[in-house]
């Protein structure tokens, strides 16, 4: 062992994730006021994970 001890080198990645949910002929079915509780529970999951969101709808 050197002067430098045994340290390995790091390699770092970030991956990021697009998921796009649709319907046939892009209908609607989820209730307007429905979509927002949906959204803070998929950022919940990512939350948990600790993962970052950006949400755009």
């Known amino acids: 062992m050197g002067a430098r001890g ?3 080198p ?3 990645a970030k991956i990021y994730a697009h998921l796009i ?3 046939k002929s892009r209908e609607r079915v989820v209730p307007n ?3 927002p509780d949906l ?3 998929f950022g919940g999951i990512l939350n948990h ?3 970052a969101r950006v ?3």
């Open 6 to 8: 045994s340290a390995m």
């Open 10 to 12: 790091q390699s770092l």
């Open 21 to 23: 949910f649709s319907t």
């Open 33 to 35: 006021d429905v979509r």
């Open 39 to 41: 959204h803070a529970y």
């Open 49 to 51: 994970l600790r993962s």
């Open 55 to 57: 949400l755009a709808v």
